[in-house]
């Protein structure tokens, strides 16, 4: 059960570059989400997407797009990458966003722009 | 004042005591809480969901909720050096926020023998 897959792992980046995270999640969970990861604050949201063929901005959506393609994958793209977007990104699912179930990490992808 | 906040520690505890990690937040719409553990250079795995006030056992954890106080903790009891991992509480909003998963910045647990 490979659960919640991200594509690639690391990724070096000059500033200006434009990249593409994928994603992709083999539990039929209808929510899908981004995340950043920075040292010291925590995990915040950048984009998500409640079910297939919508998106809503997070708290820090600034910098990207995405785009919820079918029912399992939900891609994250930096337009022009900047040293600001130096971080660790989770994508994660769930069941549905409007309840209690948990979410679902994938094992992250660790970017550096330069 | 952040929506979810914990002490980032580092928290440090010998092998065997129990360790207490504490989470507040603001918003009293709050339905449904949430304890994960990262180890370094990993993602978040889920060991704790509550949901209602008290607490939950689950073998050598237990999560404490108090909607009122608008706390919640996570005891691990008999803690062993493979608990030493970041700890990150995570709280799905009410209200306006309905639906919205935060997380709080992590507290930083050591166990050592």
């Known amino acids: 059960n490979a659960g919640v897959t991200q594509t690639p792992k690391f990724q070096v980046l000059k500033t200006g570059q434009s990249m593409t995270l994928q994603c992709a999640q083999d539990m039929n969970h209808n929510s899908m989400y981004w995340y950043r990861q920075d040292p010291g604050m925590g995990l915040r949201l950048i984009y998500y997407s409640a079910s297939e063929g919508t998106t809503d901005k997070g708290e820090v959506p600034n910098g990207y797009n995405v785009s919820r393609l079918n029912k399992r994958e939900f891609s994250l793209r930096l337009e022009s990458a900047a040293p600001s977007q130096t971080s660790v990104y989770f994508c994660a699912s769930s069941v549905r966003k409007d309840d209690n179930s948990p979410l679902h990490f994938g094992n992250g992808t660790r970017l550096t722009v330069t | 004042q952040k929506e979810v906040e914990q002490n980032s520690g580092p928290l440090s505890v010998p092998e065997g005591a129990i360790a207490s990690l504490n989470c507040t937040y603001s918003?009293?719409?709050?339905?449904?809480f949430f304890w994960y553990r990262q180890y370094s250079g990993k993602s978040p795995e889920l060991i704790m969901s509550?949901?209602?006030?008290g607490d939950k056992e689950d073998g050598r954890f237990t999560a404490q909720l108090n909607k009122a106080s608008q706390y919640v903790s996570l005891l691990i009891r008999d803690s062993q050096p493979s608990d030493s991992a970041t700890y990150l509480c995570?709280?799905?909003?009410?209200?306006?926020?309905?639906?919205?998963?935060?997380f709080g910045q992590g507290t930083i647990l050591t166990v050592h023998p």
């Open positions: 918003d009293r719409g709050s339905q449904s």
């Open positions: 509550i949901y209602s006030n």
């Open positions: 995570a709280v799905r909003g009410g209200g306006t926020s309905y639906g919205k998963l935060t």
